[in-house]
């Protein structure tokens, strides 16, 4: 008897690789086909993977597939994704493969509508009228439900249950409608101006083309990229093929619908984590078939099954949100790149304030790059100043200076909206003893607790923790003794009900606007001026578009750039740039006024002048001769666990058992700086090579060499963007 046929399974758990099976008789399968398959006492489904299973194995140990399903195969090039990744982020490959079965009852049989269709021919003579009225709704072939033809006859449903007893109709599944409408490629959006229309060319291009190439759009806040990136998802749909449009915050994204409503006649699809278990389904099964032709979504829209895709655009790029840190730890903007070389698609990075990476690619020529300098309709750049907090303190206990109070009052006098920003929820970021300085910690992991007003609670915003505020110092027993330290958004409310009582004010964080549709009616007030002051964290910071807003003070603009992140002045800029970009968006220009204790900083400086650029070559020139990323490579292993002393163990071995050699560095091990989070306590070593070495070769080595213990994990993260 000829052995059957032997192929390897990769299931969609962390397992280290893909499995063998036999394939039993009646069964043939291709790479890419979902099977059901044993494991253990269980049938998992799997995706039957490409190269060769192991002729070793003997038989005996060989389990036979249960069957194929009836779904859409996994496309080649998805599958070289899947792979890609898990080298790429050293996770299993299973454990990557589970993101794009997402929805695995989107792989079973989709369930079919019943319905009926002619059987046989009527013959007049032998019908009544109300049978008669009935048959002629269908033509030959065609199917409709019971009740629709019911209905559409004027006859009640046992007339169509009698047709089919006397064998004039048979039952068949109804034809699925299709789950979403086709945007119109030439469905008439707004006129583009000539820069604009130059930059959508270049792009629509780059998707004509049908081949890889990445294109960086950069252009001021307000100059429109969203329109022109619009012409080149049109260039796909007129290519017959898929465009995937990532976003960092999909829950805000209001009136990015709404203009891509305006501009392609109908809704795209939609990816993110809060979709119900039927959308998500359905949404898996229509970009599986090609049916959904434009997808926006969260990063894990990357993992989706698109046949056919011609373009991926990366939506605010230098966003951190693209980082995921959990599980696979992968960078979505980076694997975007690599999803769209796989699948012979373009993919446009776009910003205001692009990462240094992405600069730097556009800079060697690895990357296009499209640029538009202008606000469209002539609007003109917010003036920005920096506001001196040493030379106009803000009263005792309060936080917002004279200068800005005079600002905002002056705003609201010529009838515009203004908006303070300042990134922390809550009241206070930390409470603390008066008496004997004890602060109020989190028992899980080091850091403050931040105080929540409204809800009278101390929150941990890392574990959830929460404690309602003691009378009496847990240290000392002093009473009323415990003070709220610094500001957050709740707090700058307070200050600005006292200064303004008469203000309609809106507070925009992420415990305030829960939700796409609080968002959504979030903007819809403020763009029909039923808000005067918006109080808000950087949820408020991207995308916005509201025109009478003129005014962005800035409570605390040096925020961002304390601790040791290589990226941190980088980001501040990003940030506050983004939250400036805000400011006198139509005809009214804008001003931005920035809180800082430094003003003479280089970031609030770039700020001030407008010179990005030149701020991002500076950052550049540092980061060249220590090999600090884009110009070398890191990776970081985090190695927790809830015993301190096995974690320092563990630190300590992969301490003793780092790699060394020309290029090649390690720090640490170090108590990270979050040194207890959730209960675990962490350490944190970090590799940095020269560019031209791989990191992955020199990770699988180090971690071959060093036992961990059960009670012990190592997390690894290829290009950290968090170092906490
Ligand atoms: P960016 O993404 O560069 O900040 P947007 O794409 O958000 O800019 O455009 C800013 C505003 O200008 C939006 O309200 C947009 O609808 C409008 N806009 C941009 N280009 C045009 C155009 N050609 N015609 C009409 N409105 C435009
Ligand atoms: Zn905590």
Same mark, same amino acid.
């Given at each position: 008897?000829?052995?059957?046929?032997?192929?390897?399974?990769?299931l969609?758990?962390p397992?280290?690789?893909?499995?063998?099976?036999?394939?039993?008789?009646?069964?043939?399968?291709?790479p !890419?086909?979902?099977?059901?398959?044993?494991? !253990?006492?269980?049938?998992?489904?799997?995706v039957?993977?490409? !190269?060769?299973?192991?002729p070793?194995?003997?038989?005996r140990k060989?389990?036979?597939?249960?069957?194929?399903?009836?779904a859409?195969?996994?496309?080649g090039?998805?599958?070289?994704?899947v792979?890609?990744?898990?080298?790429?982020?050293?996770?299993?490959?299973?454990?990557?493969?589970?993101?794009?079965?997402?929805?695995?009852? @989107?792989?079973?049989?989709?369930?079919?509508q019943p319905?009926?269709t002619?059987?046989e021919?009527?013959?007049?003579?032998r019908?009544?009228?109300s049978?008669?009225?009935?048959?002629?709704?269908?033509?030959?072939?065609?199917?409709?439900?019971?009740?629709?033809?019911?209905?559409?006859?004027?006859?009640?449903?046992?007339?169509?249950?009698?047709? =089919?007893?006397?064998? *004039?109709?048979?039952?068949?599944?109804?034809?699925?409608?299709r789950?979403f =409408?086709y945007?119109?490629?030439?469905?008439p959006?707004? =006129?583009?101006?000539?820069?604009?229309?130059?930059?959508?060319?270049?792009?629509?291009?780059?998707v004509? /083309?049908?081949?890889?190439?990445?294109?960086?759009?950069?252009?001021?806040t307000g100059s429109?990229?969203?329109?022109?990136?619009?012409?080149?998802?049109?260039?796909?749909?007129?290519?017959g %093929?898929?465009?995937?449009?990532?976003?960092p +915050?999909? /829950?805000?994204?209001?009136?990015?619908l709404?203009?891509f %409503? @305006?501009?392609?006649?109908?809704?795209?699809?939609l990816?993110?984590?809060?979709?119900?278990?039927?959308?998500?389904?359905?949404?898996?099964?229509?970009?599986? +078939?090609?049916?959904a032709?434009?997808?926006?979504?969260?990063?894990?829209?990357?993992?989706?099954?698109?046949?056919?895709l011609?373009l991926?655009?990366?939506?605010? +790029?230098?966003?951190?949100?693209?980082?995921?840190?959990?599980?696979?730890?992968?960078h /979505?903007r980076?694997?975007?790149?690599?999803?769209?070389?796989? =699948?012979?698609?373009?993919?446009?990075l776009?910003?205001?304030t692009?990462?240094?990476?992405?600069?730097?690619? @556009?800079?060697?020529?690895?990357y296009?790059?499209?640029?538009?300098?202008q606000?469209?309709?002539?609007?003109?750049?917010?003036d920005?100043?920096?506001l001196?907090?040493?030379?106009?303190?803000p009263e005792?206990?309060?936080?917002?200076?004279?200068?800005?109070?005079?600002?905002?009052?002056?705003?609201?006098?010529?009838?515009?909206?203004?908006?303070l920003?300042?990134?922390?929820?809550?009241?206070a970021?930390?409470?603390?003893?008066?008496?004997?300085?004890?602060?109020?910690?989190c028992?899980?992991?080091?850091? #403050?607790?931040?105080?929540h007003?409204?809800?009278?609670?101390?929150?941990?915003?890392h574990?959830?923790?929460?404690?309602?505020?003691?009378e009496?110092?847990?240290?000392?027993?002093?009473?009323?003794?415990?003070v709220?330290?610094?500001?957050?958004?709740?707090?700058?409310?307070?200050?600005a009900?006292?200064? #303004?009582?008469?203000?309609?004010?809106?507070?925009?964080a992420s415990?305030?606007?829960?939700?796409p /549709?609080a968002? @959504?009616?979030a903007?819809?007030?403020?763009s029909?001026r039923?808000v005067?002051?918006?109080?808000?964290?950087?949820?408020?910071a991207?995308?916005?578009? *509201?025109?009478?807003?003129?005014?962005?003070?800035?409570?605390d603009?040096?925020?961002?750039?304390?601790?040791?992140?290589l990226?941190?002045?980088?980001r501040?800029i990003?940030l506050?740039?983004q939250?400036?970009?805000?400011a006198? &968006?139509?005809?009214a220009?804008?001003?931005?006024?920035?809180?800082?204790?430094?003003?003479?900083?280089?970031?609030?400086?770039?700020?001030?002048?407008?010179?990005?650029?030149? *701020?991002?070559?500076?950052?550049?020139?540092? &980061?060249?001769?220590?090999?600090?990323?884009?110009?070398?490579?890191?990776?970081?292993l985090?190695?927790?666990?809830?015993e301190e002393?096995?974690?320092?163990r563990?630190?300590?071995d992969?301490?003793?058992?780092?790699?060394?050699?020309?290029g090649?560095?390690?720090?640490?091990?170090?108590?990270?700086?979050?040194?207890?989070?959730?209960? &675990?306590? &962490?350490?944190?070593?970090?590799?940095k090579?020269?560019?031209?070495?791989?990191?992955?070769?020199?990770?699988? +080595?180090?971690?071959?060499?060093?036992?961990?213990?059960?009670?012990?994990?190592v997390?690894?993260?290829?290009?950290?963007?968090g170092?906490?």
């Amino acid at each position: 008897m000829n052995a059957r046929p032997r192929v390897r399974v990769l299931l969609p758990l962390p397992l280290a690789d893909a499995y063998d099976y036999r394939v039993p008789a009646g069964l043939e399968v291709v790479p !890419g086909d979902i099977v059901l398959v044993p494991l !253990g006492k269980r049938e998992e489904l799997g995706v039957v993977w490409d !190269g060769a299973a192991d002729p070793a194995l003997p038989e005996r140990k060989l389990r036979d597939i249960v069957g194929r399903l009836d779904a859409p195969a996994m496309t080649g090039s998805l599958r070289r994704f899947v792979d890609w990744v898990a080298q790429y982020t050293l996770s299993p490959p299973g454990a990557v493969l589970r993101m794009a079965l997402s929805s695995p009852s @989107a792989l079973e049989p989709q369930p079919l509508q019943p319905g009926w269709t002619l059987a046989e021919p009527p013959e007049a003579a032998r019908l009544t009228e109300s049978r008669r009225r009935v048959l002629v709704l269908l033509a030959p072939g065609a199917v409709m439900a019971g009740t629709a033809l019911a209905e559409a006859a004027g006859v009640s449903a046992g007339v169509v249950r009698g047709l =089919a007893d006397a064998g *004039f109709l048979r039952p068949a599944p109804l034809p699925r409608g299709r789950a979403f =409408a086709y945007p119109a490629p030439d469905h008439p959006g707004p =006129a583009l101006a000539e820069d604009q229309r130059a930059a959508a060319e270049t792009l629509r291009a780059s998707v004509a /083309a049908r081949g890889f190439a990445v294109t960086l759009l950069t252009g001021v806040t307000g100059s429109g990229k969203t329109e022109v990136y619009f012409e080149a998802v049109a260039e796909a749909l007129r290519a017959g %093929r898929q465009a995937l449009v990532l976003l960092p +915050e999909i /829950a805000l994204s209001a009136q990015w619908l709404d203009r891509f %409503r @305006a501009r392609f006649g109908v809704a795209p699809a939609l990816w993110h984590s809060e979709l119900t278990s039927r959308t998500r389904r359905v949404t898996w099964r229509a970009v599986a +078939e090609g049916e959904a032709k434009v997808l926006v979504g969260a990063r894990s829209a990357l993992f989706l099954p698109f046949p056919d895709l011609g373009l991926i655009v990366v939506d605010e +790029e230098h966003e951190t949100a693209f980082k995921q840190e959990e599980g696979v730890v992968y960078h /979505a903007r980076d694997m975007a790149v690599v999803r769209a070389r796989l =699948a012979a698609a373009s993919c446009i990075l776009v910003s205001a304030t692009p990462s240094l990476e992405t600069l730097t690619n @556009a800079e060697t020529g690895r990357y296009a790059h499209v640029h538009l300098a202008q606000r469209h309709g002539g609007a003109a750049m917010p003036d920005v100043a920096a506001l001196d907090l040493r030379r106009h303190p803000p009263e005792r206990g309060r936080f917002l200076s004279p200068p800005l109070i005079e600002a905002v009052a002056a705003t609201f006098a010529r009838g515009e909206q203004a908006m303070l920003f300042l990134n922390r929820r809550g009241y206070a970021p930390m409470t603390l003893c008066r008496t004997c300085g004890h602060r109020m910690q989190c028992p899980n992991c080091s850091t #403050w607790l931040v105080e929540h007003r409204a809800q009278r609670r101390l929150q941990c915003h890392h574990c959830g923790h929460s404690e309602a505020p003691p009378e009496t110092c847990p240290k000392c027993d002093a009473p009323h003794s415990l003070v709220p330290i610094g500001p957050g958004v709740e707090r700058v409310l307070e200050e600005a009900i006292a200064l #303004w009582p008469d203000a309609r004010r809106l507070v925009m964080a992420s415990d305030t606007i829960p939700g796409p /549709a609080a968002a @959504a009616e979030a903007a819809r007030a403020i763009s029909a001026r039923e808000v005067d002051l918006l109080i808000g964290t950087q949820i408020m910071a991207k995308g916005w578009h *509201f025109p009478h807003l003129t005014l962005v003070g800035v409570v605390d603009a040096d925020l961002g750039l304390a601790g040791g992140d290589l990226r941190a002045a980088e980001r501040t800029i990003q940030l506050l740039h983004q939250v400036a970009g805000r400011a006198g &968006r139509e005809s009214a220009r804008g001003s931005v006024l920035l809180q800082s204790f430094s003003p003479e900083h280089p970031v609030m400086q770039a700020l001030v002048s407008g010179d990005l650029d030149g *701020f991002m070559r500076a950052e550049s020139a540092q &980061r060249r001769p220590g090999h600090w990323p884009p110009f070398g490579r890191l990776a970081a292993l985090i190695v927790s666990s809830e015993e301190e002393r096995a974690a320092d163990r563990t630190a300590r071995d992969l301490g003793a058992a780092a790699p060394h050699g020309d290029g090649v560095q390690v720090l640490g091990p170090a108590p990270a700086p979050l040194a207890l989070l959730r209960g &675990r306590h &962490r350490r944190r070593l970090l590799l940095k090579t020269r560019r031209d070495i791989a990191v992955q070769p020199l990770l699988r +080595e180090w971690l071959a060499r060093v036992t961990v213990p059960n009670a012990v994990r190592v997390q690894v993260d290829v290009d950290p963007v968090g170092f906490l």
